[in-house]
């Protein structure tokens, strides 16, 4: 036989070089095609990718950073003190993502949050701590009728979340479909509504579209109770707790549990970052791949399909499924050439109200601050500390904020949270998360970039007004404004939910109309972000519900 | 927050001081650092523990102690622990005789946990024996711990030996330190703790008084006990106290260490079984393989040792006539829900213990493997019973509802499916529930 034509030499005929880069070309093209891509490693992200992973799809998570977790990351930011950089507190997230994740293996670990901490102006203050007994009589102190009228509150509020609960561990039904199945779940969906009694199903309306200073006010005299009850409406949200619509808010943040225990707010062992860290490991223990530092630029399609992602620098990945777990306004106005979308589509995200108006300023203490009734008091702060003594400060709060600046006494939601997790600081030393309201995104006259000292000095000045002597124990202070928060997670205007929470923007109509089932107008790509029903939170609802439906559609052939 | 008020009149220094003190009724006992601890305990909720004091809990959250213990550490006044001394030339030989677990292997500076059996092999009771490290050569002494007295027991089975047993429980002070910080913090006091292996047992001095380390404790985690003389329990106390601050540490209460000993499948005398002594018939006593214990006699083959019980026991492994294995229970959560769900409750996700039986059922709906006809147990087990749990509990770490149940040894194998039977509304709910392996949960720091 001859030895000339040997395929090298064949090969070589035809040009080698080529031939060989060819080849590795087609073994990496293969090595780059996935069954499932999810753009971006928020929590969100990470939650869909390992639903994905679980259920057999080779799967990759591109992340933009060189860290997961978006908005639930911590950093160590002095060594030795880690900050939680932005989100600060878990409760929203499902309970059944622990589960079917197997997040217990992968070390998850919600502390308990043992107390609220409100601090007034006059130097009083309210303590509510984890015996109901103690706190009926600390509320009774400010008014005997409170006392009555909490039980009764947290009855009624408990009915309403007990209620609508099952609505977050659904895709909400299409209204605008005459499949069967959609209108199945909608009549089954009212026929939830018409089992509610009448006072409850009252009083979700009125939470759902009512303010919450008149819920609370028709149960409530005390200001300073109002005041921290009023708190939780007006988070990472435009209003004001008389605005209509303050009340969703509230009720929006009283869904949530740490172990069953409604509404109320654990600290992730290591912060929210400690985690998102939990969830990639988990999500990786599936078998999904995370690639770190891979900003996505576009996603690629063809035909009105969906067939993969290229990077900034031009690599491309490839997969029939890609899932976008960014903001709408990334998923639809710049990941995929929006001119690809309906109009009607297009311009609802484009009036998607963001506005962002949440700020963090996190701190590194010398030690714990002291209150000047209770001194040398430290169990206070193994919790929140809620500086909103009143709805009159946090209206007056918003007030500022309405007209394009920042409030003089802003509302701040504090968190000690080396008091609970020692390994957060170094012994005896400590660090504070102060979730801050209201900080305007678009400032009048002025921008972010020349503010945020003095914002912190605003912060740093109202917390000394209830501790004294707070300045003197700051060793760091780091101020995450919204636009900080743009630049940094990605979240548009600095809106913590990925999109406010209003009645037009939940639901079925989150992120738009005829799209609330993470779906998009182009086959095979998906959304999985906060932006989904049911919203923003380190909650994972979005992640699963997505996940569930790219599940659901590959099983038919379709997606 | 008056830290160590009251130190005056209760500075006392032993648990004994109580019954001394003229004039003053001895109603009950408070331990060598009730001065401290009783400044600590906010709620000022107490529960009598063998006639002592014992903080029940300190602060309002009995819940956030427990985090603290997983999560830094926790500090544990267990000095209530009945306590007996013995030496004496025959010592070993008379342990050997009467612990069912061999002593031999047990040199000085280790620790065992063990049991002692009656003649049919029937629990008497569990505990924990210290070899203490050995001053002098011909000093060789055992410290063995017990729930409840076990003097005349063991007195009365010394015959011709030569051994001394003091019981010197009202002599001396326990603190346990548990938790991943436990070995940094202690290692700064008593640096052999950061060598010390798990169940090792050290001499150390803290502010100055001798005091014996044993890595040992009742929470599952890495933990260490101290054991000290009554007298100097004060000065220990601070010395601790002082050196665990800024680092989380709290002072946990007896409802902290239920949960705690729960997911760590450690049995408690009374919750999960009873001695043998005070039992009116077999269905209140047990094995030691029927507890979960077989592990302490692997070596029953190469050795003839002889101690009170081996016969007994040796015809149950041969004859394989255990009635009941020991499993941890871990509910199904969906199952667990829905039950709920149905009645128009929020599932409660109470961490509280709940002790006391609760029946199992075979799964109907077929685990496979178990013989449908069941009723394989011991006498007077229900057709269809599976076992029973003793301790239950919503589980914090485990994010489970959780127990320590007696199995059928033939619906034992980790996986069987079988129904545990709550009470919803007022009547009986069968929920899923799956068997697993005790612990539950055991953290690799425990013994690393
Ligand atoms: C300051 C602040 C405080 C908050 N506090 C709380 C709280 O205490 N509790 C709570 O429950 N919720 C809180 N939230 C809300 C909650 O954290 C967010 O709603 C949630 O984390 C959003 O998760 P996500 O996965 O949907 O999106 P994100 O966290 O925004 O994740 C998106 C990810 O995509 C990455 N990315 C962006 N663009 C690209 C690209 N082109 N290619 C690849 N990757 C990309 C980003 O880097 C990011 O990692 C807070 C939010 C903020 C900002």
């Known amino acids: 036989m001859s030895t000339k034509k040997t395929p090298a030499k064949a090969a070589k005929k035809r040009g080698a070089p080529a031939s060989t880069s060819l080849a590795s070309a087609k073994a990496s093209r293969a090595e780059r095609t996935y069954d499932a891509i999810v753009v971006g490693g928020g929590h969100n992200g990470l939650v869909n990718g390992a639903y994905l992973a679980k259920a057999g799809l080779r799967t990759l998570i591109l992340e933009r950073r060189h860290l997961v977790g978006g908005a639930a990351i911590t950093e160590e930011l002095r060594p030795g003190f880690w900050f939680t950089t932005f989100s600060y507190a878990l409760s929203l997230l499902r309970p059944q993502i622990v589960q079917d994740l197997e997040l217990v293996k992968h070390g998850f670990m919600p502390l308990l949050m043992s107390s609220t901490f409100a601090p007034m102006e006059n130097g009083d203050y309210l303590w509510l701590t984890q015996d109901h007994g103690q706190n009926l009589k600390e509320i009774a102190r400010h008014s005997k009728r409170d006392a009555d009228a909490y039980e009764q509150y947290g009855h009624d509020l408990s009915k309403v979340v007990q209620a609508l609960k099952p609505l977050f561990d659904q895709a909400p039904p299409d209204l605008f479909s005459d499949d069967p199945e959609e209108l199945l779940a909608l009549t089954q969906l009212g026929r939830r509504f018409r089992s509610l009694d009448k006072r409850t199903l009252h009083n979700a309306v009125r939470l759902l579209t009512g303010s919450a200073a008149d819920f609370l006010d028709d149960y409530f005299e005390s200001e300073i109770l109002k005041g921290y009850l009023a708190s939780s409406s007006i988070i990472g949200t435009k209003v004001g707790p008389r605005s209509q619509g303050s009340g969703l808010v509230l009720l929006f943040h009283a869904m949530g549990e740490h172990d069953g225990e409604f509404g109320a707010w654990s600290f992730h062992k290591g912060g929210n970052g400690g985690f998102t860290q939990v969830l990639a490991r988990a999500a990786q223990a599936f078998g999904a791949e995370i690639r770190l530092e891979s900003p996505v630029a576009a996603v690629i399609t063809k035909n009105g399909r969906a067939t993969g992602v290229a990077l900034t620098d031009g690599t491309e990945f490839y997969a029939d499924t890609v899932v976008s777990a960014l903001d709408p306004r990334h998923t639809f106005l710049e990941l995929v050439d929006p001119r690809e979308l309906p109009d009607d589509l297009v311009e609802t995200v484009q009036r998607y109200r963001f506005q962002g108006t949440s700020s963090k300023v996190n701190f590194a203490l010398d030690g714990l601050p002291r209150f000047p009734a209770l001194p040398g008091r430290e169990d206070v702060f193994r919790g929140f500390t809620n500086i909103g003594p009143s709805i009159d400060y946090l209206e007056r709060a918003f007030d500022e904020g309405k007209y394009g600046w920042y409030s003089s006494r802003p509302y701040i939601d504090g968190a000690i949270q080396s008091t609970i997790d020692p390994d957060m600081a170094p012994p005896g030393r400590h660090v504070m998360s102060c979730f801050i309201q209201y900080t305007p995104y678009k400032l009048r006259e002025s921008d972010w970039d020349a503010e945020q000292e003095n914002l912190g000095d605003t912060v740093q000045r109202t917390l000394e007004s209830f501790f004294p002597g707070f300045g003197d124990l700051v060793l760091q202070r780091e101020v995450v404004t919204p636009l900080h928060i743009e630049r940094t997670v990605g979240l548009s205007e600095g809106n913590i939910f990925a999109g406010e929470f209003f009645a037009p923007q939940m639901f079925f109509f989150r992120p738009a109309p005829g799209w609330s089932q993470y779906r998009t107008p182009i086959d095979g790509y998906y959304q999985c972000g906060s932006g989904t029903h049911p919203g923003g939170c380190v909650m994972g609802a979005p992640g699963k519900l997505a996940a569930e439906r790219i599940l659901k559609d590959r099983g038919k052939g379709r997606g | ?448």
Request: proline share 5%.
């Open chain 2, 1 to 448: 927050m008056p830290k160590r008020e009251g130190q005056k009149k209760t500075d006392a220094p032993r648990g004994a001081g109580a019954t001394r003190d003229a004039g003053e009724a001895a109603v009950v006992r408070t331990s060598p650092f009730h001065a401290r601890t009783a400044a600590l305990n906010q709620v000022q909720l107490w529960s009598h523990w063998s006639n002592y004091l014992a903080a029940g809990r300190y602060q309002l959250s009995d819940k956030a102690e427990y985090f603290a213990v997983r999560n830094a550490a926790g500090i544990f006044d267990s000095s209530p622990l009945y306590k007996y001394r013995i030496g004496g030339p025959d010592a070993e030989a008379f342990l050997a005789g009467v612990l069912a677990r061999d002593i031999w292997a047990c040199p000085p500076g280790r620790a065992q946990y063990t049991c002692w059996l009656d003649d049919d092999g029937f629990v008497v009771e569990d505990g924990v024996v210290l070899h203490l490290p050995q001053s002098r050569p011909s000093v060789n002494e055992y410290l063995l711990t017990s729930a409840e007295p076990n003097l005349a027991w063991f007195a009365d089975r010394v015959g011709r030996l030569d051994v001394r047993i003091d019981e010197v429980s009202d002599d001396m002070g326990t603190l346990a330190l548990q938790g991943p910080r436990s070995r940094g913090l202690l290692a700064k006091l008593v640096p052999q703790a950061e060598t010390l292996p798990y169940f090792g047992v050290t001499a150390g001095k803290i502010g100055g008084a001798a005091v014996t380390v044993s890595r040992t404790g009742f929470t599952g985690d890495l933990g260490y006990e101290i054991w000290v003389d009554a007298g100097d329990g004060l000065r220990v106390w601070d010395e601790l106290w002082d050196a665990v601050q800024g680092h989380g540490v709290q002072q946990f209460g007896l409802d902290a260490l239920n949960m705690l000993r729960i997911e760590a499948g450690m049995l408690e005398l009374g919750a999960d079984f009873d001695s043998s002594r005070y039992a009116f018939n077999d269905a209140h006593r047990s094995t030691p393989l029927e507890l979960g214990w077989g592990w302490m006699f692997g070596d029953l083959k190469r050795d003839d040792r002889a101690f009170v019980g081996r016969r007994a026991l040796e015809a149950e492994i041969a004859g394989k006539t255990s009635r009941w294995a020991m499993r941890g229970l871990v509910l199904d959560w969906q199952d667990y829900d829905q039950v709920y769900d149905e009645a128009g409750l929020i599932p409660p996700k109470d961490h509280t213990p709940v002790i006391g039986d609760s029946m199992l059922y075979e799964d109907a709906a077929g685990a496979g493997g178990a013989a449908a006809s069941g009723g394989q147990g011991g006498s007077g087990v229900a057709l269809g019973q599976a076992g029973y749990a003793t301790s239950f509990m919503y589980s914090p770490m485990l994010q489970r509802h959780i127990a320590i149940a007696r199995m059928r040894p033939d619906l034992a194998k980790p996986g069987t499916r079988v129904k545990l039977e709550l009470t919803v509304d007022h009547h009986y709910e069968q929920v899923a529930a799956h068997v697993a392996r005790l612990p539950l949960y055991n953290p690799e720091r425990k013994t690393a």
